[in-house]
């Protein structure tokens, strides 16, 4: 397992060096993203984006919340970290941190975000049940998150489950529907929804685009 997220790591890092290193475009798209992860973002709300990436969901969240909220993203990348600083420095936006560390572990206390948000990045962590548990500590009571991720409709065979390059891909690491559903509710959340927005992904027809909102009770 440190291996495959070693392998993660590397992957997501050579993506963030080339960026600054190309300096034309420094928000690559990595997810399969939607913009309901932004929506319905209220001045003042506190956000946590898991797997910021460049940043640029983490920035635009920070516009929302406006000069009272705070907008914070979370990677295990530093190069990723790096590239996100320097799009913030270039937007000038100041109410935005980005925060080294994993969503196993999330470096900030219980009950200090209103919601959490994330494009994609969940099917990455290798205890899915740990890291959605970290969600639950750190938002507020009634806090919500709005969230993407890749969902399969049937178990993934143990074979593409072993395989690096698949979970680069955000087809390795993908539960199913039930699952994803079981563990929210195992955790504590309540008004689970969850959306299949495109039956074939960005990453081939194994895993499906959703979107997933639910609320801490």
Known sequence: MDNLKTKINTHYSSIAQKALNNGSDTFPVLSCGS??????????????????????????????????????????????????????????????????????????????????????????????????SEISRVLKPKGRIQITDKVTLNPLPQQARKDPELWCDCVGGAITIDEYRQILEQIGFINIEIEVEHQQGCCGDQALDAFIYAEKS
Do not use: W
């Not at 990677?75 to 994993?102: P, V, W, Y």
């Open 35 to 132: 913009v309901k992860t932004i929506e319905n973002l209220n001045p003042g709300e506190t956000i946590l984006d898991l797997g910021s990436g460049p940043g640029r969901e983490v920035l635009l969240a920070a516009q929302k919340v406006g000069p009272t909220g705070k907008a914070y993203g979370l990677d295990i990348s530093l190069d990723m970290l790096k590239l996100a600083n320097h799009n913030r420095e270039k937007l000038n936006i100041t109410n935005a941190t980005f925060l080294q560390g994993e969503m196993e572990d999330i470096p900030l206390p219980d009950n200090s975000v209103d919601v959490v948000i994330s494009n994609c990045v969940i099917n990455l962590s290798l205890d899915k049940t740990r890291t959605i």
